[in-house]
């Protein structure tokens, strides 16, 4: 499992297809969910800058494969949780967001790569102990 | 406009004894993408025929994008496009004359879109159709329906026997078009991967009778397979459908649809312990699902 937890600069790319190679359709989350968590996760660390544009739904549906109608929803809770604007004829643009809504945002992804990691250890067997230890030895010097 | 763009109500068909479709009731809504499912041999096939007009229906009725079939065939199919589980060019055409032949049949063909979609699919205009791989094939074919920009797409196995690339390459074009146009689309195959990323509806098909027709997080959500210990031998009612059961070990595996969290209660009701409730992908759910009504008609 990759648990990397980085600020990224500001970069002037529009999300393309890369930024979804994660998502699996096979999950049981959604994938109007999958997406937008995906996006919103982007836009709290700066993968995407604000007032960037996100690519057309026609666009970002064909690019990964989805159904339009799944990045409809996506872009429409995204915009119901204040991420995104949409502005009539123009697009759909990522909103300045406050750093600590930014900040509250990264942590929340956080607390959920950590459950996910604490689950499947547990089910592995692996002890709560030996996971902070194995945590100790791999964030040392990365601080 | 109608709610569904397909309706059918107990529609039979029996060609011959061994096979026959029964009290087949369809409801593809309008602007769905609705994944048919169903082994070889389900009647997948058979049932899109009886809905173009390809076979005639023994009982039943048929209502598509809102006109009454097959009455209304000819102006059902002037707006929906097809492609047949076997392609139907004339192999001695060039990709542009079959472009032109086909078009000449659909007042709304758009031939603009047409000639964008063969540059995007790079297919040679002058290349004679006996002469293309079966990748160009499926890509000419799903070019053809779409530049009708058809209200309906009916797609039997567009991409089987297509290599991942062009495979990849159709359902692009598919989804663009979809984006463009509230267009409904009734895709049946049995690459259920495929269905999965794209479909929010689906109904499976199985010895010519539905046996589900739900959507697609219901599907998916609804169906899971539940690890118990010390799990009661005889089941009065549950608050799910119990799909299948069986042991392995001390454990016992059951496969329930219709699944909502809440329902542990009943198990512990029961006395029984759940020990891992597993999520089942399409695929998984599909095929658990098959069994469950087959070991049920056997009963």
Known sequence: MCVSVSVHQYTNERPGAAMFHHIDPRSPIPLYVQIASRLRLAIATGEIAPAMPLPSVRQLAAEIRVNPATVVQSYRDLERDGFIESR??????????AEPRRSSERQREARRLVRELVAEASGLGITTAEIEQAWKNETEGRR | MTEFAIQTQDLQYRPGPGFEIRDLSLRVREGAIYGFLGPNGAGKTTTIQLLLGLRRAQGGSMRILGREAPRELPRILSATGYV???????????????????????ERFDWAYAEDLRRGFQLPQGASISRLSKGEVGKLLILLVLAQRPDLLVLDEPTDGLDPVVRRDVLTALLDFCAQR??????SSHLVHELERICDWIGVMDRGRLTAELPMHAFKNGIKRIRLAHAPSLVGDTPFTLVSRESSGLDVVWVVRGWQPPMVQWFQGVGAEILEVVDLDLEEGFVELLRGARSAQAI
């Open chain 2, 182 to 187: 509230a267009a409904t689309v009734f895709i």
């Open chain 2, 84 to 106: 047949p589980e076997r392609p139907h060019l004339y192999t001695y055409l060039t990709v542009a004359q079959a472009i032109r032949y086909h078009g000449a049949f659909y």
């Open chain 1, 88 to 97: 009539q004829g123009a697009g759909t643009f990522v909103r300045n967001l």
